[in-house]
């Protein structure tokens, strides 16, 4: 128990933490401590956990992107034309499109570092302002309301009226979550391109002399987190309804503050999936919390961005420090 | 080529080499070297820093292309060059100074990272690479849990670890360089045991070092370059270490014992009674003007802790520091500056100099009062203080602007203590200031500190290496285990009686 608790400190402060949260909320709101709302949190967190576990991916290979939440918007109003032309289309041809869409844009961000040797937070920056100013240019900020139907109506996959008087159903939104997520959990623990991935971020030198293509680390995680940003994009256009070319302005930094809570390390080669998951429902959990008592959504910002310290700050103080139980493990370094 | 030494016994060589030339830029960097190594031998190559050791290397691993005619002969195959794939396959295997490892990645993973490479993604076997891990761990007698993550790993751990990979690499033939430089005495002689096992199980063992006390014991022959040119191939029996440094850099180092008699000099610092539990306890001493005190001990005796608490970097728990005369405390390292008080780093590369800026803003940051006038920096002040801590200290330079990284480790050093001399110190304590300097620029070092110390600047030098305080200090104290265990004057003792203390 020790041994898990230590190689996942992270994690595990992250869930003591949103424990301490829930607890608190469920004494203020009576609302909040309902299975209901618990299934209403993972609908509407789906979106930010698939960008989460893409730009983890960059995270781990040592880079850093803030253009994904742009690139996302992209993807929907190009996918939204796309379909339109295309008369409909469905699901398939819909997370294709999209797919393929965030790929490509997550590929001009991977050739810009790697060719030009821009570090990614420049080159990121960089992109973000254009895709971001291509799309207003071209859209005169005009929003698509009139989605395929297939896009726009809610896909139930499982409700039920629990004996607590809630209603709780899952969404399609959250079975593409998961398969993200599981995907992601695959790719960068279980396979060997993953693993590179992770040497390479951890010290690049190192994955050079070993023969690693630093060119191909590259494409794969800015092309994974592409693939993300492009999915996340379509579900985000399906949970709302409609294509509003600002909508996702912003997000890139709400998400990245979540991966980095889940442990991810700006520099490479260490972060987790399931930390990463914790680190948005730590926030989702805090800002639902927040709007069930009564908050003002002004305060929000203020209070997650406080959050967000103290979580940090419990997580890089070794947990040995912060649980006397911990400390004695054999003295090492 | 005198001393040569044919083959022992008609055995084959395992790697031969023959008739290597290598030029960078009009510069001959290796003149017709030929190298041998035997199989299961423990060899040394021996050289200053620029005397073609690393470019050897590299011509041999496949990173350089010797020039036309070389012909290189390992394990039965003969090439014109290398390529880093033959020789990896081959079972050429170089663990790097910085080893090359991933920290953040599990023991196991690390020591079975070629199973991960590969351009098309597999799935990771790791229950195979958990077993192939254990397994070359017990092929060097080492037990570490191999689920835990390097960086829980202390560096002579990781050492191992990077043996470990090129055991599981199939290697034949492996090349360490400068494996001993961080590690502690214990922590050397457990390495040195591993080579023995390396040896006695028919792999060949090449040590790239300039630091051979330890390595000569164990090896049995030594080739030695000096400016691209082999100088020879020895027998290590027989072979003492200032035999190999004249060797290396071609010239005698007569070694005499510094020491003089300061004691009527007026006291600079006075420690009495310092304490810091779990580094040091109960430290007293006394520095007076022009003195050298050297303070000596194995990596981990508190020496290095009880430099930064003198220099206000560490608190110490109880105990009084006087700096002529006056109790001090200090807060920071500003203060302990301020009162007069200068450290020169033992890591010089990462906390000594700031190695992508010039040679001139390096030298001039810890007193850039001096060189400011009416609150802004003068160029013009600065160039002038720069120029004359460069002739003083004669360090070789092209232009002040240059990176400091342009300069060879012994003008580096000098350097790092012209910027403290710089802030006119009554007390300057260098901590271990030959590591990473060349055997022939080291004596140009202390002929500095012995120049400092005539100047009446009190000095407190800090080495594990005993030779250097015995024959550079006017008095030394011994630290074991944070306690100073004893002291002595050079002119009493024998170099060889405080080695067998120290070492003991």
Redesign the interface.
């Known amino acids: 128990m020790r041994k898990v608790v230590q ?1 996942h400190a992270t994690e595990f402060a992250l869930f003591v933490v949103i424990a301490i949260i829930s607890i608190v909320l469920s004494f203020i709101t009576d609302r909040f401590f309902s299975l209901g709302n618990a299934f209403d949190l993972l609908n509407t967190s789906s979106v930010n956990i698939i960008f989460a576990v893409g730009l983890l991916v960059v995270l781990i290979a040592g880079g850093i992107d803030i253009s994904f939440a742009v690139a996302a918007s992209v993807v929907q109003y190009v996918a939204a034309l796309v379909l339109g032309w295309m008369g409909g289309g469905g699901w398939i041809s819909g997370l294709l499109i999209a797919g393929a869409l965030g790929v490509l844009l997550g590929a001009i961000n991977a050739f810009l570092i790697h060719k030009f040797r821009i570090i990614s937070i420049v080159a990121t920056i960089a992109t973000f302002n254009i895709y971001f100013g291509l799309l207003m240019f071209f859209t005169r900020g005009v929003s698509i309301y009139n989605l395929p139907d297939w896009l726009t109506s809610r896909v139930v996959l499982f409700e039920r009226e629990m004996a607590d008087g809630s209603w709780i159903e899952v969404t399609l939104p959250v079975l593409v979550m998961l398969i993200c997520v599981v995907a992601t959990w695959v ?1 960068i ?8 991935l ?2 390479f971020g ?2 690049p ?3 050079r ?5 630093i060119g ?1 680390m590259q494409f794969i995680a800015f092309g994974w987190l592409g693939l993300m940003a492009g999915i996340g994009g379509l579900i985000q256009a399906h949970y709302a309804q409609e294509v509003v070319p600002n909508a996702l302005y912003g997000r890139e930094l709400d998400v990245l503050a979540a991966v980095v809570l889940g442990g991810a390390r700006l520099g490479g ?2 972060g987790s999936v399931l930390g990463c998951v914790l680190g948005v429902l730590l926030i989702s959990i805090t800002q639902n919390g927040l709007n069930l008592a009564g908050v003002s959504p002004y305060a929000f910002k203020m209070i997650v961005g406080a959050i967000i310290l103290v979580a940090i700050t419990l997580s890089n103080t070794s947990i040995e420090k912060l649980l006397p139980f911990m400390r004695q493990v054999e003295g ?2 | 080529m005198t001393g040569r030494e044919s083959a022992k016994g008609g055995q084959k060589p395992l790697l031969s080499l023959r008739n290597i030339n290598m030029t960078f830029g009009g510069v001959k960097a290796l003149k017709h070297v030929s190298f041998d190594v035997l199989p299961g031998d423990v060899h040394c190559l021996a050289g200053e820093n620029g005397s073609g050791k690393s470019t050897l290397i590299k011509i041999i691993t496949g990173v350089y292309r010797p020039q036309d005619g070389a012909v290189i002969e390992f394990d039965g195959q003969t090439y014109s060059h290398m390529s ?2 033959t020789a990896q396959n081959s079972g050429i295997q170089v663990i ?1 100074q ?8 599990t023991v196991a ?1 690390n020591i079975t ?12 076997n790791y229950n195979g690479m958990r077993e192939k891990a254990v397994k070359a761990l017990a092929r060097l007698g080492v037990t570490l849990d191999v ?3 390097l960086k ?3 560096i002579a751990q990781r050492q191992i670890v990077a043996i470990a990979r090129a055991l599981v690499g199939e290697a034949k033939l492996v090349f360490m360089d400068e494996p001993t430089a961080s590690l502690t005495q214990s922590e050397t002689d457990r390495l040195l045991d591993i080579v023995r096992t390396l040896s006695a199980s028919g792999v060949a063992v090449v040590f790239v070092s300039h630091r051979l006390a330890e390595v000569l014991e164990i090896s049995s022959r030594l080739t030695v370059l000096r400016d691209g040119a082999l100088v020879g191939v020895y027998s290590t029996e027989g072979m003492t270490q200032s035999r190999i440094t004249e060797l290396m850099t071609g010239k005698t180092f007569d070694q005499t014992v510094r020491a003089r008699d300061v004691s009527a000099n007026p006291v600079v610092l006075e420690v009495e009674g310092l304490c810091r539990p779990g580094q040091f306890v109960d430290i007293s001493f006394t520095v007076r003007r022009g003195e050298t005190l050297g303070i000596t001990g194995l990596l981990g005796a508190g020496r290095t802790e009880l430099a930064l608490s003198l220099f206000g970097m560490l608190k110490p728990w109880s105990g009084t520091v006087k700096l002529e005369g006056k109790p001090v405390h200090f807060a920071s390292n500003r203060d302990a500056i301020a009162a007069g008080i200068a450290y020169l780093s033992e890591d010089r590369l990462s906390l000594g100099l700031i190695q992508p800026q010039s040679i001139a803003d390096n030298l001039v940051i810890a007193s850039l009062d001096k060189i400011a006038a009416s609150g802004l920096l003068s160029d013009g002040r600065k160039r002038d203080l720069v120029a004359q801590w460069i002739a003083d200290l004669g360090v070789k330079v092209g232009k002040q602007e240059d990176a400091i990284s342009t300069l060879s480790g012994g003008n580096q050093q000098r350097i790092a203590i012209a910027k403290w001399l710089a802030t006119d110190p009554k007390l300057l304590i260098l901590d271990a200031p030959t590591v990473g300097v060349d055997v022939g620029a080291r004596a140009g070092i202390f002929d500095i500190v012995a120049k400092l110390a005539q100047t009446g600047l009190a000095i407190i030098l800090i080495s594990d290496e005993v030779p250097e305080v015995y024959f550079n200090a006017d008095r030394v104290l011994h630290m074991a285990k944070g306690r100073v265990v004893n002291q002595f004057l050079p002119a009493d003792r024998s170099l060889a009686e405080i080695e067998a203390a120290v070492y003991a």
Do not use: C, H
């Not at chain 2, 910085?98 to 990645?105: R, S, V």
């Not at chain 2, 990272?113 to 990771?124: A, D, E, I, S």
């Open positions: 190689s790719f623990t279980r396979t060997t391109t993953g693993r590179q992770y040497a951890d010290n030198e190192g994955a002399r070993f023969g690693i293509n191909a080669g260490k090492r370094k | 880093p794939v790097w910085d080893l090359a490892l991933f920290p953040e990645m993973e990272f070629q199973t991960l490479l590969g351009r098309w993604p597999r799935f990771v689920d835990r993550p829980d790993y202390a």
